[in-house]
Structure formats: structure tokens, C-alpha cells
């Protein structure tokens, strides 16, 4: 924003001095036009009618660039802010299914300790301690994936 506030304050003084270099310059016009007529007598107006259109026209294109650059700092701070938004909702996609994955992970191997426990091929306090850990390792999983959808809710 700051970028456009400068651009916004360069336009406005191409502006005051186009106008006031405009003015300068049809008061010279003016004053030579006079000078020209006392001494020939008669009115000397091209070779001053072209300085003036010719400065006119040098300042009328830097006012048009000044405005052109305006207009691209604005597009690009525009488009800028819709790439980081692109990039943020994203990202918080990625998060949500890699923590979908992570959950059904932990199911499938909750499940499987459980298997195993019922086939005698594992323990009762050895099951109970993995089952334990993975239970937790869902419910903060889940705490998680509950947050990023709020998020994501409440920003979208």
C-alpha cells in the first residue's frame, strides 16, 4: 500500500507540473508572440505555437506514464494478495489431508495391534500400551483436523 501511495503522490505532482510548465510556456508563447510583433510587425506564432506543443506534448506522456505505472502497482498488489490467499488455502488443503492420511494410519495400525493381540501373538499389557499411545496420537489428529475445518470455515 505504501508503493501506491507513492506512485499516488508522484502522479499528483506530474500533474501540478504539467500544468504549471503548460502555463509557463503559453505565457512565453504569448510574451515572444508580443516581442515578435513590435519588432516585425507582424504575428510570429509557429515557431512559439510548435515549442508549446511540443512541451505539451512531453508532458501529456509523462503524465500517461505516471498513470500507467499507477495502474500496474495496483494490479500487481491485487493479484499478489490473491496468490497468498491461492497459496494459504492450499496449504491448509495439504494439511487436512495429510492429517486424514495420518489418521487412517493410525486406525489401520490400531487395528492391526488389535488383531494380533486376539491371535495370542502379543501381550495384554503390550497391547494396551499401543493401544493407548495410538488412541492418543487419534484424538490429537482429530483436535487438529477440527481446527484446520473451522479455519478453513471461517475464513472461506
Given at each position: 500500500m505504501r508503493e501506491f501511495s507513492v506512485i499516488v503522490a508522484s502522479s499528483l505532482i506530474v500533474i501540478f507540473l504539467s500544468v504549471f510548465f503548460i502555463h509557463y510556456t503559453l505565457d512565453r508563447f504569448y510574451t515572444m508572440n508580443e516581442i515578435c510583433a513590435v519588432q516585425t510587425g507582424a504575428s510570429?506564432?509557429?515557431n512559439g505555437m510548435f515549442m508549446m506543443l511540443?512541451?505539451?506534448?512531453?508532458?501529456?506522456?509523462?503524465f500517461i506514464a505516471v498513470i500507467e505505472t499507477t495502474i500496474y502497482y495496483i494490479f500487481k498488489e491485487v493479484e499478489m494478495k490473491i496468490?497468498?490467499?491461492i497459496r494459504k488455502k492450499g496449504s491448509e488443503d495439504k494439511n487436512v489431508t495429510d492429517l486424514e492420511k495420518r489418521r487412517k494410519d493410525l486406525e489401520k495400525a490400531k487395528?492391526?495391534?488389535?488383531?494380533?493381540?486376539?491371535?495370542?501373538?502379543?501381550e495384554e499389557s503390550t497391547y494396551n500400551e499401543?493401544?493407548?499411545r495410538y488412541e492418543?496420537?487419534?484424538?490429537e489428529v482429530d483436535m487438529k483436523l477440527k481446527d484446520l475445518k473451522s479455519?478453513?470455515?471461517?475464513?472461506g
Open positions: 510570429c506564432t509557429e511540443l512541451f505539451t506534448f512531453m508532458m501529456v506522456m509523462a496468490l497468498m490467499e487395528s492391526d495391534a488389535r488383531k494380533k493381540y486376539f491371535q495370542r501373538k502379543m499401543i493401544r493407548m492418543k496420537e487419534l484424538m479455519n478453513a470455515k471461517g475464513s
